[in-house]
């Protein structure tokens, strides 16, 4: 990505609201949407996830096609006049994810277009790669912005609430239970941004960058059988090739949103990559952690991120300056981007 993006509308459907507004105001007022499920977690308890409350009992694809749908809705709600000139990257778990309830990415998105009918959408893209998808999803829509879009939407929608998700994350000792403190909350959600190249907006994309992580955390598995020693080199990458894009450092930054889950890999990522790209002293940056409201939401993280910090900004109680947002995934890949107030 190089130049600019400017977001100018959001959607959401999370456990703490049904909306943009609400979920916005829940996160900054630090409250969480972590309930009993009906899944059975370790010791034949309950487990606790953070279910979107939804109108109806919809399971499956079809329930994140409706989540998406009302996400999307509401950004055309917003800007009316986005309608039937948008183009959609829909961001979607990676294949192959244990418990991915998106089979089809074509025929999802078929789902989501039959229920929102009477809003058309342009051409419709699909990048399946879990928490990061955002990012590369950000590229993308500056080339289609670039070749001619008007406006583009990024829609994030992922649920780690299914059985298999459950049975699989229980086997792997990665979700957080009463045995286990090192691990992270199921959550589902959908979100969405609207970007544009024509139009000025609330929030302004500066740089993008993309890196993999060789010791990433499943790493110990792989074919070679390789246990490397996390160094925070992807993030680091991810980092600098945000900074040099927008033109900043890593001391002008004065706020950080990321897809910390609660899993002790993340927050040692991050931690690294700090100490590995700030050279000037500033004063403390604070981090703002969507996982302790929303738990693992998957590839609605980084729309869901922008949304935040987009309000963050428009409405003030965000410190001023580029924000910095990053994602990584389990199989190495890391994003990040940084935004400002336009």
């Known amino acids: 990505m190089s130049g600019r993006i400017e977001i100018l ?74 309608e039937g000139r948008t183009d959609l990257i829909l961001c979607l778990a990676e294949e192959g994810r244990p418990g991915r309830l998106v089979a089809d990415g074509g025929d999802f998105a078929r789902q989501i277009g039959e229920i929102i009918s009477h809003m058309p959408l342009g051409a419709i893209r699909i990048v399946a790669h879990g928490r990061p998808s955002g990012c590369v999803a950000l590229q993308q829509a500056r080339h289609m912005l670039t070749e001619g879009s008007e406006y ?42 609207l970007c544009s190249a024509r139009h000025p907006g609330h929030l302004v994309v500066t740089g993008n960058g993309l890196a993999r992580e060789e010791a990433y955390i499943y790493n110990r598995q792989g074919e070679d ?56 002293a500033s004063t403390v940056q604070p981090i703002w952690a969507i996982g302790a409201s929303l738990g693992n939401v998957g590839a609605a993280a980084m729309p869901l991120m922008l949304g935040w910090a987009m309000a963050a900004t428009h409405k003030g109680y965000g410190p001023t300056g580029p924000i910095l947002i990053e994602a990584s995934g389990d199989d190495g890949a890391c994003g990040a981007l940084v935004a400002r107030a336009p």
């Open 225 to 280: 059988g390789l246990d490397l020693p996390l160094r925070g080199d992807g993030m680091t990458r991810a980092y600098k090739a945000a900074f040099d894009e927008a033109g900043v450092a890593h001391s002008d930054i004065t706020l950080k949103i990321g897809d910390q889950s609660g899993e002790s890999f993340g927050f040692k990522q991050t931690a690294l990559a700090m100490l590995r790209t700030q050279r000037i």
């Open 9 to 82: 509308a959001s959607g959401m459907v999370t456990a703490v609201g049904l909306d943009a507004a609400s979920s916005c105001a829940a996160m900054r007022a630090r409250l969480d949407g972590f309930q009993e499920t009906r899944f059975l977690g370790a010791g034949g308890k309950w487990q606790v996830g953070a279910p979107v409350p939804m109108p109806r009992n919809w399971i499956g694809a079809k329930r994140l096609a409706h989540m998406a749908a009302a996400a999307i809705c509401e950004i055309f709600e917003k800007v009316p006049a986005a």
């Open 152 to 193: 583009v939407m990024i829609v994030g929608v992922d649920s780690y609430l299914s059985r298999l998700s459950i049975t699989h994350y229980l086997a792997e000792e990665r979700l957080l239970t009463a045995a286990n403190h090192n691990g992270f909350i199921p959550g589902e959600a959908a979100a969405a941004v």
